[in-house]
């Protein structure tokens, strides 16, 4: 076919299709009558009646703060109401200027449109507001095709039919105020910004109602074409089309000439942020629950990243802030210890027990990375080019507690700049109702994915002595109850060698005898081994999973000493929640409810309880854990002073062999938080032991946190003491009274060790 020919047949088409015009309800009739296929669907009534496109689901904080979106495209609708008008008005005079006076089709636009076909001249679009939402809605271009768009002129024809057809019927369902609105929340204006919403947040850190003329004149041009007109990737072509937006203002006498001179010349004032996953509060805390929102959608028939649902969670955006700055206070001045105190012995951190640098530690760490993996699937593990490649350079962004850094690294350089770094988790709950209220879960989230509140897992050290503490107070023991410290040794029948005696941190037994309650402030390892071997590993596990420790505990002497198995800190801080809430165990609690996107609650949800422990067993151990900041050489006594004053504090630190993790748990009557340090493997950590107890590493977090909480009069945390049991206590709490019993006695040394046992 010519050239000739085809263009008379485009002609002829044109002028059928200006003709058709006219007649609307016979093309309705014609298109939604189809039964050969020739034209494609259209939109169902109740489709129209709900054009929503769709919409990013939103999680929200206990005290309405948006923590974050979920979205495969980042949209949250306005109403008009929520528009400027020097966005509407900047919109109309670029889009279309008689918007108010047609229904849906603009005849003299449309002339106008045809016309240039016919001529082969553009003059202008013929496509409405209307049109266009029809467009952006249903797809008509590209979506429910028949038959005939196999001609390209045809399927052009039969396009614009149907969106004159959902125009007119989204003319007759919708004011012309909700189809403006309708339609800025449906266009792109890039940077993965969708609908005028996120767009005005992304590029001016406004709300649409706030946008001026200069701003909405940026917005509006981008709209047909935003990667072309975006001032990040392109301002040049952004700010010719700003300018003609702005001309076609004061065209319509909108802006004087005077402002449209001025505005014309200045830059386009942008706060720009684009809204991710690694920016923002609580991070952590958004990626970890997006499983449990995955598969809680799944179960409910909801699209976690279209159907626009509102989550409420239990967060308090000020506490979590207040999480996160702790958190970067102390580990930026850590970390400089840290660097230093391996610069100083001139080796890196990543030693084995005899303190001696690890060989090939780098290189086997590689081989555990995503990118080995790949490049050893991609050329084979012999293969030459996985090794140059990984130890090519190149420039990237790497992160510093100064901020960003550009370098050239390879990947080996990358892996061991980045394993120098300690990390740390930290979490905070309401130990009456198990309200998760601060989620921190690493030191970036950017640069470090894995979470450490409840992803991560390690020995709680001296943390779980408590649980074999509250197996003794549980059977009858009093916090007075003295014992000696001396060695305690444990018959390992068919191990090499055959017994176990755990050392105290010190490397000394002192002889003293002390109450149960002095020992596990100074967290006296002989002591709480004293007390295992009492009451036996298997008891301690049972009691442990009543307090809400579910991760695999191996019944071992050295479990008194947290070295029976791995936890985490969500579970840690759950079963310290239970001695506050008088023994009853709850499962720490993060969503409260879940509405859809028109506000109507689709679940509530409650937490999980059960009893764990009788009130009077879970006050004592309050008392018992009070001690490591009350009773003199408590591990807790280093805390501020001001946080002490006027408080009851229960808490125990812990630290493991090695110092590889440091912990500390804190609980006040109305708040509990507990926090995690370490590095990425067990093998790096500080030389000297002192330099990593959990006092020194993980306390000062939890301190931070709490001296700006009670300094908010916002948040409603007060000091005070913990409420006391409806019933009075059966044990004698004042162990003064017993000063003359506690002495070291050969009598009392020799019954408290079994004499079978020593080898």
Known sequence: MNKRTL?????????????AAITIPSLFYMVKHDTNGWFGDLPSLQDLEKPDPDLSSELISADGVSLGKYYRKNRTPV??????????????????????????????????????????????????????????????????????????????????????IISVQLEQSYTKEEILAMYLNTVEYGSNSFGIKVAAKTFFNKLPSQLNYSEAALLVGAINAPTRYSPILNPENAMAKRTEVLYNLQKYGLLTRETFDSLKTTDFGLTYLVDNHNEGLATYFRFVIRNFLLS????????????????????????????????????????????????ALKSNPWIDDNGNELEGFIE??????????????????????????????KPMTVFSWEGEIDTVFSAYDSLRYYKKFLQAGFMAMDPKNGNIKAWVGGINHKYFKYDHVSQGKRQPGSTFKPFVYT??????????????????????????????????????????????RQAMARSVNSITAFVMKQVKPETVI?????????SPLAPVPALALGAGGDVSLEEMLAAYSTFVNKGIYTKPFFISRIEDENGNVIQQFVPETREALNEETAYLMLHMLKGTTEEPGGTGMVLDREL???????????????????????VTKDLAAGAWVGGDDRSIHFKYWAMGQGARTAMPIWERFMLKVYADPTLGYQKGPFDKPLKPISVELDCDKYNDVLQPTDSLRFDLIDEDDIM
């Not at 308090?316 to 391996?342: G, K, P």
Request: glycine share 8%; charged share 25%; net charge negative.
């Open 7 to 19: 263009r008379i047949i485009v002609i002829v088409l044109w002028v059928l299709f200006l003709g």
């Open 79 to 164: 109403t008009y109401e929520e528009l400027s008008p020097e966005l509407v008005n900047t919109l109309l005079v670029t889009e279309d200027i008689r918007f108010k006076k047609h229904s849906g089709i603009d005849l003299k636009g449309l002339l106008r449109a045809i016309i240039g076909k016919l001529t082969f001249q553009f003059n202008g679009g013929g496509s409405t507001i209307t049109m266009q939402l029809a467009e952006n809605l249903y797809s008509t271009s590209s979506a429910n095709r028949g038959s005939l768009y196999k001609y390209s002129s045809v399927g052009q024809i039969i396009t614009k039919l149907k969106e004159w």
């Open 296 to 343: 809680w959608t799944k179960e409910h028939g909801y699209d976690l990243f279209e159907d626009g649902l509102k989550i409420y969670t239990t967060i308090d955006s000020r506490m979590q802030e207040y999480a996160e700055q702790a958190m970067q206070e102390h580990m930026d001045t850590l970390q400089s210890i840290f660097d230093n105190h391996w610069a």
């Open 364 to 393: 086997n760490a590689m081989k555990r990375t995503p990118q080995y993996r790949a490049l050893v699937s991609t050329y084979g593990r012999e293969s030459d080019s996985v090794e140059i490649l990984l130890k090519k350079k």
């Open 471 to 516: 197996v003794a107070i549980d059977n009858d023991y009093s916090p007075c109850y003295p014992v000696v410290d001396a060695p305690v040794t444990f018959a390992m029948p068919g191990q090499d060698p055959p017994t176990y005696t755990p050392d105290n941190a010190s490397g000394k037994f002192s002889g003293e005898v002390m109450t149960i």
């Open 542 to 550: 049972e009691y442990a999973r009543r307090l809400g420790i579910e």
């Open 644 to 666: 002490r004053m006027d408080n009851e504090i229960a808490a125990k630190t812990g630290t493991t062999q090695n110092a590889s993790d440091g912990w500390f748990m804190g």
